[in-house]
């Protein structure tokens, strides 16, 4: 895992820390920063695979599902602000 990723979970633990709600939303699921969460960030795998651009109907009908996913959990949570780290991140930001 790289910086961005580093950074995003030492954002999020930052937070929680100063007892702020906090929340991960990662798009794929657990990985190896996982164990360096804090028990109070609360952490959101969704366990998604965007399609390949090689069909482009799929890639849509993918993009439109992970857009879904990740508003679902930012409605539900209510989650007033969300910060990405890099331009893949950013697109479902």
Same mark, same amino acid.
């Given at each position: 895992?790289?910086?961005?990723?580093?950074?995003?979970?030492?954002?999020?633990?930052?937070?929680?820390?100063?007892?702020?709600?906090?929340?991960?939303?990662?798009?794929?699921?657990?990985? $190896?920063?996982? #164990?360096?969460?804090? %028990?109070? *960030? @609360?952490? &959101?795998?969704?366990?998604?695979?965007?399609?390949?651009?090689?069909?482009?109907?799929?890639?849509?009908?993918?993009?439109?599902?992970?857009?879904?996913?990740?508003?679902? $959990?930012?409605? #539900?949570?209510?989650? %007033?602000? *969300? @910060?990405? &780290?890099?331009?893949?991140?950013?697109?479902?930001?």
């Amino acid at each position: 895992m790289g910086g961005a990723e580093n950074l995003a979970v030492n954002i999020a633990n930052h937070l929680a820390v100063q007892g702020h709600e906090s929340h991960l939303i990662i798009i794929t699921g657990p990985d $190896v920063l996982g #164990a360096k969460v804090h %028990p109070s *960030v @609360q952490v &959101h795998y969704l366990e998604f695979q965007r399609a390949s651009l090689s069909n482009p109907f799929r890639f849509a009908v993918s993009l439109w599902k992970g857009n879904r996913l990740v508003s679902g $959990v930012v409605e #539900a949570h209510g989650i %007033p602000v *969300v @910060q990405t &780290h890099l331009p893949g991140s950013n697109y479902w930001g």
